[in-house]
Structures are given as C-alpha cells and as structure tokens.
C-alpha cells in the first residue's frame, strides 16, 4: 500500500497576508521567518522525507521562483518539481500534479500540502497522513485535515462536520466557510462541529481527476492536453494549457461541490503561518507579549508587539502597544496587528502608489 503514496508541496503562492516580509519576488515558504536556519519550503520537503521516498515527491511553484527551489533544495532533481507558467489558484496545481503523477503510478494516493506551514507534533502528523492515505485508497473519497480550533481566528477556513454516522475517524464535511467575520469564528468555537481548515488534501489520483471531470467543466477539454505533456520526454517545458484554466481553489472548486468529502480531526499541532497576529500564538513572547522574530529590539512601555527587522539592524521603540514593526529590504510597515483590512490596504497602495510588491 504505501508504496503507492506521494506527496504535492504547492510552493507558489506569493504569502501577501505577511507582506512586507513576504514580497511578490521572495514569498514566505523561501523564507527562514523564526530565524532557525531552515526556510518553511525546507522544514516542508524535510517532513515528508522522514516517512516518503524522495522520488515520490513533487514540488509545484512558478516558474519565477525556480531559483529558489534550486538553491534550497539542490537535491531535487527537474522532474520533481512542476513548473506553473502562470496563477491559476491551487486546482490548477493540484490538477496538474495529479495528472502527472497518474502517469507514473496509476494506484497514486496523494497527499497536497502546502509548503507554509507549522507541524508542532512531527510524529503524530506521520500518524495521521498514514492513516489518511489509507482511508482515500480504499474508494473514491476526498479528505481534508482539519484542526479543532483553540480560539475565534479569523484568518483560518472552517470546516463543519456532518451530523450522519462518521466511518472510524472520518467525519462526512458538510459546509466550508472561508475565514469567518469575528461574531462567526466565536459560534464556530463553541459549537464543536467546527474545526480549521488546514489546507491538507488526500485523495487517491483517481478520485480527484475524476471530480475535476465532472465538477469543473473548464477542465474537461484540457484533461487529454494535461496526460500528453506529463508523458512527454523533456521534463522541463512550461504546460500552455494554464494560460486557459479558470483561476479556482480546491475548496471552492472541487471541496465544496464534491459529495464525497470527508475531514479528519488532527492532533499534530498545526498553524498557518498566513498572517502577523498568528505567528505569537506558537512562538515564545517576552513577559509583556512582545514577540522577537530573529530581532533586535530596545523596547520600553511595549507590550503585545510583533518585531521582524532584517539582520544588524535595531530598533528603539516606546509606547506601542499590539502593533506589527516590520522591515524587509526597503519597506518598513508599522501597523496594528489585528487590523488585516489596513494591512491588505498598505500593501496595496505600497504597490500602486510606490510601485513597490
């Protein structure tokens, strides 16, 4: 059974939600953010190597950040990492990398994480994706991981589990609810029908290809143009058919429609290092709150800060109270924490107005 198991790291995205850290030429999975000496995308592949072949690993990103890809992991060779010409949202990721590694193992089971994320409990997520791919290889069933959630974060996806009789530790999903407004995330917490989203997929490869068919009509005609250029002998083009794909998700493309998805509740520990106000929640605070990312920092009257600043610099800082202070290369953004709405407007006219991603 497990030799028909592979992983997807979907390494593409930009990480906008930790701008200015993470820009557009250099996102967050290529980034060591805790200061460790391990970027994310290396922790990422680092896990799943302690219990998967390397040669059933794939890695999925742009072709704009190749270099990265090449740096960090010199071991991978080309055929393991698939190249996306253009964005056209995680369907198309996963779509492309299903295909691709249908062709070589056509029993592929798959598990599809993203390369962001934090796993507290390396040993029991081990646990948890063996027992998952297990479950998806015994009948055409889409599963996602999910997390119970410790408080109202209104950054995360959320997901309900159905009321009808769960298969072992397999609940059927009934809704998806994608980052919830405050007043919602604090009735999700409470219910105990709602876990977190986590963005970790499992399927068998026949199984996803077979709801991409039938739930997202776009993809139909593309499907035949998908096996004929995973087949081709030069691993190394850049697959056209992107440039004609509609620009979805797993969840709203296929999660959401799909009337054979499942969520298992995991206890690995888990973050989706996807916005400032996350990251305190799983790293050590000084006694006032404020959180050090790899910084230096002379702090007085401070509390409940978020500090990043690139290395050698200092910062001399009085009286701020819950607010983000970050540096990357030649931005400095001092914004409430909690405030992602004036984050995403920062960034915004920081890019139409300065010109600067």
């Excluded at 990251?279 to 006032?288: A, G, W």
Aim: glycine fraction near 6%; charge should be negative; hydrophobic fraction near 40%.
């Amino acid at each position: 059974m497990e030799k028909h198991n592979y992983c997807l790291i979907l390494a593409g995205g930009i990480g906008s939600r930790l701008w200015p850290m993470s820009r557009k030429g250099l996102p967050k999975q290529f980034l060591d953010v805790f200061g460790t000496g391990r970027t994310m995308l290396q922790d990422t592949y680092d896990r799943f190597l302690r219990f998967m072949p390397a040669d059933h690993i794939f890695i999925s990103t742009n072709v704009d950040y190749l270099p990265y890809i090449y740096e960090q992991l010199p071991q991978v060779d080309d055929k393991h990492i698939l190249e996306e010409p253009l964005r056209r949202g995680t369907l198309a990721s996963v779509a492309w990398g299903t295909v691709f590694i249908k062709t070589l193992d056509a029993e592929a089971n798959i598990i599809v994480s993203p390369a962001d994320q934090l796993i507290l409990n390396e040993d029991r997520f081990r646990d948890d994706v063996m027992k998952s791919l297990e479950f998806v290889a015994q009948g055409n069933r889409l599963v996602v991981m999910g997390i119970h959630p410790t408080r109202p974060e209104t950054g995360y996806g959320y997901i309900q589990m159905s009321d009808t009789a769960p298969e072992g530790d397999f609940n059927h999903v009934k809704t998806f609810t994608e980052k919830p407004a405050r007043e919602f995330a604090e009735i999700f917490l409470h219910d105990g029908s709602f876990l977190w989203n986590t963005g970790i997929f499992l399927f068998s490869a026949n199984a996803m290809l077979d709801n991409i068919s039938r739930l997202v009509p776009e993809y139909q005609l593309e499907m035949p143009k998908m096996m004929a250029d995973a087949k081709a002998e030069d691993p190394k083009f850049l697959p056209e058919f992107f440039s004609v794909l509609p620009k979805l998700n797993v969840d709203m493309g296929i999660m959401e429609k799909s009337d054979n998805v499942y969520v298992y509740e995991s206890h690995f520990g888990w973050a989706d290092l996807g916005t400032w106000n996350t990251l305190e929640v799983y790293q050590r605070c000084d006694k006032n709150g404020n959180l050090m990312l790899d910084s230096e920092a002379l702090l007085h009257n401070c509390k409940n800060n978020i500090i990043r600043l690139p290395k050698g610099q200092t910062a001399v800082i009085s009286g701020l109270h819950d607010y983000a202070v970050v540096q990357q290369g030649d931005v400095l953004m001092i914004c409430p924490k909690e405030d992602l709405a004036a984050q995403r407007r920062l960034m915004t006219e920081a890019q139409t107005q300065l010109g600067i991603e």
